[in-house]
């Protein structure tokens, strides 16, 4: 199908790569007009969604206007159908190829053979977010994370609330939090992108958000524009943690490297990071 939607207009180049990216910006596949918007605001990423977003009658137009925007030059990843849908293959199919495609999300991932028959459809050469949302996808996330094509996990905290009957407090979300925290690490994958925060209150936003962190998950899914810069804050480093960062790596090179206790190197580790990080988000040290 032919899609109208307009090729997207000049925006800034992002520079913030997809394994460190911290707000995960959801967009309607059906609102064209957010297109642009969306790609010039503040999220790291943004995901085209022609899943959940997208009435099933309504699944090859918006395919086709994700497929016109980035041959028309946009970038974003796409959301796409679950691999038991019927939709899933046209999907596959559909943007194969596609300039400006930087990586499918994979909704409702149970198995690591999703994954791995999505990245080859897709010629072996675009990543996958498994974007897990079930309790049987979060028991699986172990060998989920290990399968070939995968470059991060994702939670989708509302149907896995829905598939389970949990609530969505902090402490009935640990363990599927920490679960695909763990299975990163154990599948050697960035930190995990935790689930949206639904709603306008950007305090609670904020509180939700210190709960991504707490919990080692590194990105966060959201579902407005105006969401972006907070979740970008809370995820970065403060001025303080890159303070002590930028004092202990003095300290550590005046001293010649040297590890004077078991303290160090874990210490080292940290800071190292909090280096990294603060340089790639901008974030200066506190006076």
């Known amino acids: 199908m032919t899609s109208t939607t307009a090729a997207p207009t000049a925006r800034p180049e992002r520079n913030i790569p997809a394994e460190i990216a911290r707000s995960w910006l959801l967009v309607n596949a059906m609102k064209t007009e957010l297109f642009d918007q969306s790609a010039v605001s503040r999220a790291d990423s943004i995901i085209l969604d022609i899943e959940d977003a997208v009435d099933p009658s309504q699944k090859d137009e918006a395919r086709g206007h994700v497929v016109n925007w980035l041959a028309g030059g946009g970038k974003a990843w796409v959301r796409i159908n679950d691999a038991t849908s019927r939709f899933w293959a046209d999907d596959l199919a559909g943007l194969r190829g596609t300039p400006g495609l930087l990586g499918v999300v994979l909704a409702k991932t149970e198995s690591a053979d999703q994954v791995t028959e999505s990245f080859h459809r897709m010629d072996g050469k675009t990543p996958v977010i498994a974007l897990v949302e079930s309790a049987l996808g979060i028991e699986e996330a172990n060998h989920i994370s290990r399968a070939q094509g995968v470059f991060r996990l994702a939670f989708g905290s509302g149907d896995f609330r829905r598939d389970t009957g ?13 679960k695909l925290v763990v299975a990163s690490r154990v599948g050697n994958l960035p930190g995990p992108i ?4 639904v709603g306008t209150n950007h305090p609670i936003l904020r509180e939700q958000t210190g709960v991504t962190v ?37 300290d550590f090179e005046a001293n010649g490297r040297v590890i004077r206790d078991g303290s160090d190197l874990p210490r080292l580790g940290r800071a190292e990071k909090i280096m990294k990080l603060a340089v790639a988000f901008g974030v200066q040290p506190a006076l």
């Not at 949990?166 to 920490?178: D, F, G, N």
């Open 214 to 250: 707490m919990m080692g998950m590194t990105g966060k899914l959201c579902l407005a524009i105006d969401q972006t810069s907070i979740i970008n804050e809370v995820i970065s480093p403060t001025p303080s943690d890159v303070a002590w960062a930028t004092d202990f790596m003095s």
């Open 194 to 197: 935790d689930g949206p925060t």
């Open 166 to 178: 949990m609530s969505a407090t902090a402490e009935a979300m640990a363990y599927p939090r920490a």
